[in-house]
């Protein structure tokens, strides 16, 4: 009959960290001490339901120091603005929601094929469009109603083309998985 080896070892706990967001005595320690054998780690909290909070995010940024952070940027951008500017005005740098609308719509034109790589070849990301569109679907949600008409359209046509050629690209995938030949380019 075969002996059994039986080898022991310590398990340390060095997280800083409990699950309520509390600080562990580790944390403090240079070494800490190993935990008591029967002792295990507590199960993982289950994920939050939809409107709840999780225990280990950060509170907001008070008022004051939204503010502090948004000065300094302020200040910071009006040390490189004169370099970029390049005889513009300074409202052709400003972020808007039209070019942020058009920035996404981009990014998702270019995973739907829209960039090649340095044979030439066509380059598709499907599942960066589809986080791309679906970010778009997101931002149309979150404001609903609080959208200009031109800003609505320019939205919804983004949508439309990207869901549509997404919808293109999938389809020329699955026929070519089975086997069917593209159509021919004319």
Known sequence: ?????????????????????????AAEEEKPSPP???????PPAPPPEHGEERGDIPPPPTAAEQQASSDAYTESRKKFAPSAMSGRS???????????????????AMALGGMQDEGGKTMVDIMGARQTIDSLAILADKTKGNLTP????????CLFDLRMAYVQITNLIAKQAQGEAPPEKK
């Open 36 to 42: 008591p054998v029967e002792s295990a780690a507590a």
């Open 1 to 25: 009959m075969a002996e059994e080896k039986r080898t022991e070892f310590t398990v340390t706990d060095k997280r800083k960290f409990t699950l309520e967001g509390d600080r562990t005595d």
């Open 90 to 108: 300074p409202q052709d740098l400003e972020m808007t929601f039209e070019k942020l609308v058009s920035s996404l719509y981009m990014s998702g």
């Open 150 to 157: 031109a800003e609505e359209n320019l939205l919804q046509s």
